[in-house]
């Protein structure tokens, strides 16, 4: 079953948008602390699978201490086609919100030790051999440890990269660990 592109589009412009109302919304630190606010896409990719997510998080970037703030995601995944066709499956999608909290340590000026753990929510689509469409929701849990890079503070790039790992109650791929590479804009 497909779902139309017309929702992954809607939820793509949607975290695009609601970071900036958001920070219209946030009042300036009259002690002068910076705010990051990022909007990123996420490339995941493992043995068994290759997923984007898009995220919007917001935190102090100028503190010492060790922050967490909370992360909306959006995102698609895919399974590689050899292991749909060794569980006779024809055809895979899965869509989830997620919700989670990552960490940030930061190392250096503009140089972050991302810990990350989330929850999601979803629905998983599959389409058997034998021509059956079975749609499931979908639930499951993500950790992530990596380092985030934010270069320019205002209106800048930020670029990441982290290990992954990945528990959900799919019928395809239950468990997994992977890599992730990230992009984005702080503003």
Avoid: C
């Avoid at 919700?99 to 998983?124: P, S």
Wanted: charged residues 20%; aromatic residues 10%.
């Amino acid at each position: 079953m497909k779902h139309p592109k017309s929702i992954s589009i809607f939820l793509i412009i949607l975290f695009i948008i609601a970071p900036i109302l958001v920070k219209a919304q946030t009042p300036l630190d009259s002690a002068g602390t910076e705010k990051i606010h990022m909007v990123t896409y996420t490339k995941n990719f493992s043995k068994r699978y290759q997923g984007w997510s898009i995220q919007y998080r917001e935190f102090n970037g100028s503190t010492d201490e060790f922050v967490i703030p909370i992360t909306l995601s959006f995102g698609s995944t895919r399974i590689n086609q050899t292991l749909l066709e060794k569980k006779d499956i024809t055809s895979l999608d899965t869509y989830s919100l997620g919700l989670g909290f990552d960490g940030y340590e930061r190392l250096g000026k503009g140089t972050y030790l991302n810990l990350g753990l989330g929850a999601m929510a979803g629905l998983e689509s599959i389409e058997t051999t034998k021509q059956q469409n079975i749609n499931r929701f979908l639930i499951g849990g993500t950790s992530k440890i990596g380092l985030l890079f934010v270069p320019f503070q205002e209106l800048g790039l930020v670029f990441g990269a982290n290990a992954l790992g990945r528990l959900s109650n799919s019928r395809v791929v239950r468990y997994d660990l992977g890599m992730s590479l990230e992009v984005g804009i702080n503003f």
